[in-house]
């Protein structure tokens, strides 16, 4: 990573939906100075720098955005992969599976010969295996993979959270771990008003109740079929979450975002990429945190941890 006062350059790798959501919020957000747009239809990617140019003038960024390719990732701080198959309605992530395998590695070994050293952050779904995918193709360290994880469910979690309680989201923690998708799960042990836990708030409150509570969790697993379902895909909240994760990573934050990270040890499910809270800084992850889960939750967590491990051990195998 630069220090400050050196370029921040980012290589957006698919100009589609969600690369151009997310290089649109880079732009309107100022978060780096070079930004480089790399598709397998390079005419897309040369219209697309040129529309985001011509709205230069509007933004508080003089950021140098052109349509490029993989020799120039050899310089930048970020490569963020968003190309891949689109989700067809009604099929769930693990089925994208076999279409993108064979993207990623006709995508991954150019970025290696450019020389690139600095962080990967994946979107491609089903994200947790991509990222792993990308880890396994590059060799490089684990906390310099990075996927998109749960922080878009998070936000989804903490959203209806907020709509449901009358509180602003920003002041509800709550978490969505595991699996990006359909084993995905809500560790209530861990969901905080203000500085109370919510099942707390819900038992004094006669409106309220634990039902509705997982009725919500259940809402937030199934909205990314719901928005395919009524527009064809989803790109602006995925947009928004990496433009987030990048200020994280840039600004040395160390600040705590649901990605997937690779959980190394314990409970059989060492070397699995799955969503979980990471305290995230200039180099990538610092660390991943330790859950203090109740037994349910743990096994509901491991579960999905499982799951990904058995999809991984049929593309290795």
């Given at each position: 990573?630069?220090?400050?006062?050196?370029?921040?350059?980012?290589?957006?790798?698919?100009?589609?939906?969600?690369?151009?959501?997310?290089?649109?919020?880079?732009?309107?957000?100022?978060?780096?100075?070079?930004?480089?747009?790399?598709?397998?239809?390079?005419?897309?990617?040369?219209?697309?720098?040129?529309?985001?140019?011509?709205?230069?003038?509007?933004?508080?960024?003089?950021?140098?955005?052109?349509?490029?390719?993989?020799?120039?990732?050899?310089?930048?701080?970020?490569?963020?992969?968003?190309?891949?198959?689109?989700?067809?309605?009604?099929?769930?992530?693990?089925?994208?599976?076999?279409?993108?395998?064979?993207?990623?590695?006709?995508?991954?070994?150019?970025?290696?010969?450019?020389?690139?050293?600095?962080?990967?952050?994946?979107?491609?779904?089903?994200?947790?295996?991509?990222?792993?995918?990308?880890?396994?193709?590059?060799?490089?360290?684990?906390?310099?993979?990075?996927?998109?994880?749960?922080?878009?469910?998070?936000?989804?979690?903490?959203?209806?959270?907020?709509?449901?309680?009358?509180?602003?989201?920003?002041?509800?923690?709550?978490?969505?771990?595991?699996?990006?998708?359909?084993?995905?799960?809500?560790?209530?042990?861990?969901?905080?008003?203000?500085?109370?836990?919510?099942?707390?708030?819900?038992?004094?409150h006669q409106a309220f109740s634990e039902?509705?509570?997982?009725?919500?969790?259940?809402?937030?697993?199934?909205?990314?079929?719901?928005?395919?379902?009524?527009?064809?895909?989803?790109?602006?909240?995925?947009?928004?979450?990496?433009?987030?994760?990048?200020?994280?990573?840039?600004?040395?934050?160390?600040?705590?975002?649901?990605?997937?990270?690779?959980?190394?040890?314990?409970?059989?499910?060492?070397?699995?990429?799955?969503?979980?809270?990471?305290?995230?800084?200039?180099?990538?992850?610092?660390?991943?945190?330790?859950?203090?889960?109740?037994?349910?939750?743990?096994?509901?967590?491991?579960?999905?941890?499982?799951?990904?491990?058995?999809?991984?051990?049929?593309?290795?195998?």
């Open positions: 990573m630069k220090d400050n006062g050196f370029t921040k350059k980012i290589a957006i790798v698919g100009t589609g939906f969600v690369g151009m959501s997310f290089a649109y919020a880079l732009l309107c957000e100022g978060i780096c100075d070079e930004l480089v747009l790399l598709d397998i239809n390079r005419e897309k990617a040369i219209g697309e720098a040129m529309d985001l140019n011509h709205g230069l003038a509007f933004a508080k960024t003089n950021m140098k955005i052109f349509a490029g390719e993989y020799t120039d990732c050899h310089d930048a701080d970020m490569v963020v992969i968003c190309a891949g198959v689109s989700q067809k309605p009604g099929e769930d992530r693990i089925s994208l599976l076999k279409r993108n395998q064979a993207v990623f590695e006709s995508i991954i070994s150019p970025i290696l010969s450019s020389g690139f050293q600095g962080i990967f952050l994946v979107a491609t779904n089903p994200v947790d295996i991509m990222t792993r995918m990308v880890q396994h193709l590059s060799g490089f360290d684990s906390a310099r993979v990075i996927g998109s994880g749960t922080t878009l469910d998070t936000a989804r979690l903490r959203y209806l959270l907020g709509a449901y309680l009358s509180v602003d989201p920003k002041n509800v923690h709550a978490y969505v771990i595991g699996e990006h998708g359909d084993s995905e799960m809500v560790p209530w042990s861990q969901a905080i008003v203000g500085t109370k836990p919510i099942r707390e708030v819900v038992a004094e039902n509705d509570l997982q009725n919500i969790a259940t809402e937030v697993r199934r909205a990314a079929y719901q928005i395919i379902e009524v527009k064809g895909a989803t790109y602006y909240g995925i947009g928004l979450s990496l433009v987030r994760i990048v200020k994280a990573v840039f600004g040395g934050e160390n600040s705590i975002l649901t990605v997937s990270a690779r959980l190394d040890t314990g409970n059989g499910i060492g070397n699995v990429y799955a969503g979980v809270p990471c305290i995230l800084g200039r180099d990538g992850v610092r660390e991943v945190l330790r859950l203090k889960l109740e037994e349910k939750e743990k096994e509901e967590f491991l579960q999905s941890c499982r799951k990904l491990k058995e999809v991984w051990e049929e593309i290795i195998l």
